[in-house]
């Protein structure tokens, strides 16, 4: 039996997440002038969703791709970037970093004047430090997501109070689907009703049950989608804008 029939994911689609903003844009009705620019790291996620991903979704969302900018992931400085989407007047800015240079990349725009009508900051703009660092120039950045407390599935409501107030620390979505790999795991076992790792693999590919992530059935290639939403940060929260029936706050537009 080959390895990867011994591996189940659980996670997000990359390109559903990246389609977020501009799906949200699109049913919210925003308006904007149509014109993108996409600053990314080059890393491996940034140039598979920065460099080949987005630029398909703008074609496909009718947006005129301005300006395709690669930078490296330990890279500080911006302003030449910056410079460069603030000229070819673009309302709508992607970006694909990690949290210092989402926090940096933010800051400079706001010393070089900068502040396009839209912000999408992935991957950087997650965790709750991005928004510590910043304070309010935070309000207004958008970022994907695929769980909030507020979703409702089993366990759901409880799970980040009862991390925080075990380990001291702010919550992530990140500690959902890690809870829910756990779950499903221990579920495998019990319906396997043996310790042995091709029972349990037998087991996982029944798995058909709604977790504190939501439902999870696995398909042919072993994975299971979690739902996306758009969140945006507003007061050092997060509020989730996009999907009507996920909504937890209204769209702030255009960026403070």
């Known amino acids: 039996m080959r390895k990867w029939n011994w591996v189940w994911d659980i996670f997000f689609d990359e390109p559903e997440l990246a389609a977020a903003p501009f799906q949200t844009l699109q049913d919210l009705g925003v308006q904007t002038n149509k014109k993108l620019a996409v600053w990314h790291d080059n890393g491996p996620d940034g140039q598979v969703v920065g460099g080949m991903i987005v630029p398909e979704l703008a074609k496909k969302f009718g947006y005129e791709l301005v300006q395709n900018a690669e930078f490296p992931v330990d890279n500080q400085q911006f ?6 989407g603030k000229s070819k007047g673009a309302d709508v800015v992607f970006v694909d970093a990690i949290t210092p240079q989402a926090v940096a990349i933010r800051k400079q ?28 120039l935070s309000d207004g950045v958008m970022v994907g997501g695929y769980w909030d407390p507020s979703f409702p599935y089993p366990g759901a409501a409880d799970l980040a ?3 925080e ?9 990140h500690i959902a689907d890690s809870y829910a790999a756990a779950q ?11 310790t042995d790792p091709a029972k349990i693999n037998a087991a996982l590919a029944k798995t058909d049950k709604t977790y504190v992530v939501g439902p999870v059935k696995f398909v042919e290639n072993h994975t299971a989608k979690l739902p996306i939403v758009a969140r945006q940060w507003q007061g050092g929260k997060t509020v989730i804008v996009w999907p009507k029936s996920a909504k937890t706050g209204d769209f702030l537009f255009p960026l403070p």
């Open 161 to 163: 109070k009862a991390f």
């Open 109 to 136: 725009m706001a010393a070089s004047g900068y502040t396009p009508k839209v912000l999408d900051i992935e991957k950087g703009a997650e965790p709750v430090q991005f928004a510590e660092a910043l304070g309010k």
């Open 184 to 194: 499903v795991l221990l579920d495998g076992i019990a319906a396997a009703g043996s």
């Open 79 to 84: 302003t030449s970037i910056i410079g460069e």
């Open 165 to 173: 107030a075990e380990t001291k620390l702010s919550s992530s979505q």
